[in-house]
């Protein structure tokens, strides 16, 4: 059956030199193509690739929920509540939904939807570029950055997949690498796909990284500072795959790996840690890689915005700010926690990145993380140099370095660094996972999180789709061309 790819149709003017995402949008409605039609030119190869690109700044993933949104929600980064509840641990209610809440159960719903809808695009496009690649586009390179690119793309949201529904401290417990978490979808059809082991995800994940790095190693060289190469931080370039690669080898406890790909960016991206956020305070001379999102500030409003209602927004008190940011009331010699980087009154903080934010950028991945993953990487006083470096860019003094003389000083140190540099970015909550830190949270004592507060459920639509939770038989032979079984039944993983 002929199907009908719906995708968002962008002018491009050439391969290398892209306007913004912003200007894509501003310039060419939605248009319904056959993929068939889509897929006779070059500009329609871009044109899907620019669409998952788009797609990814939809709120139920990156434009809110793997940003500043749910993410940061269960990592309790805000004291606002939504309506309904005055309990910030039911942000936590996975198996039911919670009208007028949180919604939690809804909320991961939708994002386990809109994750593989756009490795759903992006499978397609890999189908066509094998079906009449070679000879649509002639250009090796535009055509290796096309695969490269949608490699990339499949591979980080299957890795963000893998944080959520996967198990806890990987690394750290063998039995957990064996949980069967998720599918690793590399078809673009419905076809039943059978949930694989954390490692064999991971494994996956790698390899499609690893693949295009190699598709996209002609720009090994190319800085990203400046404005010629200013719009490829918009895209999954080679330093950003790069970064994504050392984030991943992080994750999987392969410090060698992860260390290497991390030093290969600091080294060679051409960014540098800057050392001021006024007028900028997303830092976006820091961003390997981040998503343009069209009338950011308009769209996002209703979470961040100046002005006098400043309770009803994405807002902390000063007394949770103060321990977040480990200040004495409002006085920081952090640019972290300054008025460059929040709206402050008496009694709240309002966080300025998507307020003052002229790139419209809503960040996948920064330059500062590869200095914490080089530190995690090694011991002493070679780990303590990358998190000062940050740490001193950022305006805190020598004097207040961090020692860095163990193991468990070494997890403490970035545990603080994680939740003041991505504030509002999404990534807190995943650190805390990845290390296996339950317990009692330091800047919100009356939250206790637990294992089960960090391993997402399977949505009800997969269960019924053919998964079950209990028992050995996950098989539905009526269940439109299923080709494996699957079962989500694993001991559960040790902390």
Not at 176 to 192: E, H, L, N
Not at 283 to 300: A, I, Q, R, T
Not at 449 to 468: C, N
């Amino acid at each position: 059956m002929k199907k009908t790819l719906y995708i968002l149709i962008v002018a491009l003017t050439t391969v290398f030199s892209f306007t913004s995402c912003s200007d894509w949008l501003d310039e060419v409605p939605k248009t319904d193509v056959p993929a068939v039609q889509l897929f006779e030119t070059e500009n329609g190869f871009m044109s899907s690739l620019a669409g998952l690109y788009i797609t990814m700044t939809d709120e139920t993933t990156y434009g809110k929920n793997l940003s500043f949104g749910l993410v940061e929600q269960l990592a309790q980064m805000y004291d606002k509540l939504p309506e309904g509840t005055t309990d910030p641990a039911s942000v936590y209610i996975y198996d039911r939904e919670t009208s007028g809440a949180f919604n939690t159960k809804g909320v991961l719903a939708n994002l386990w939807l809109g994750q593989y809808h756009v490795i759903a695009n992006a499978n397609n496009l890999l189908r066509w570029l094998d079906l009449n690649g070679d000879v649509v586009i002639t250009n090796d390179s535009t055509r290796n950055m096309i695969r490269g690119e949608a490699l990339a793309i499949r591979a980080y949201l299957h890795f963000d997949l893998l944080r959520g529904w996967g198990p806890m401290n990987y690394a750290g417990n063998t039995k957990a690498q064996s949980m069967k978490c998720i599918p690793y979808r590399t078809v673009a059809d419905k076809s039943k796909q059978p949930l694989l082991p954390a490692k064999e995800v991971v494994e996956k994940i790698i390899k499609d990284l690893e693949d295009a790095k190699n598709l996209l190693s002609y720009e090994k060289e190319t800085s990203l500072d400046g404005n010629q190469n200013r719009d490829r931080r918009f895209r999954f370039n080679y330093h950003a795959i790069n970064a994504t690669l050392a984030r991943v080898y992080n994750y999987a406890g392969d410090k060698e790996n992860a260390r290497k790909c991390a030093l290969e960016v600091i080294d060679n991206c051409g960014l540098s840690l800057m050392n001021g956020n006024d007028g900028d305070p997303i830092l976006f001379d820091e961003v390997l890689c981040g998503l343009s999102m069209h009338e950011l500030k308009e769209n996002l409003s209703e979470y961040f915005s100046d002005g006098d209602k400043i309770e009803i927004k994405y807002y902390v008190t000063l007394s949770t700010a103060s321990t977040l940011f480990e200040t004495k009331g409002t006085e920081s010699e952090d640019m972290r926690a300054k008025s460059t980087a929040f709206i402050k009154d008496n009694e709240h903080w309002l966080s300025k990145k998507y307020i003052e934010n002229d790139n419209q950028v809503i960040p996948l991945i920064r330059l500062p993380e590869m200095y914490y993953i080089a530190c995690e990487s090694l011991e002493g006083e070679e780990a303590a140099v990358y998190v000062n470096s940050v740490r001193n860019k950022r305006g805190l003094s020598i004097s207040n370095n961090k020692k860095c003389e163990s193991r468990e000083a070494i997890i403490t140190a970035l545990n603080e660094e994680y939740r003041k540099e991505f504030y509002a970015e999404g990534q807190y909550f995943w650190f805390l996972k990845t290390h296996g830190l339950v317990g009692k949270l330091k800047h919100k004592e009356s939250v206790t999180l637990t294992e089960e507060s960090f391993i997402f459920p399977l949505p009800d639509a997969e269960k019924e789709y053919g998964w079950v939770e209990t028992g050995n038989n996950a098989e539905n032979e009526n269940n439109n061309g299923s080709e494996s079984e699957g079962s989500t039944e694993e001991a559960t993983p040790e902390v």
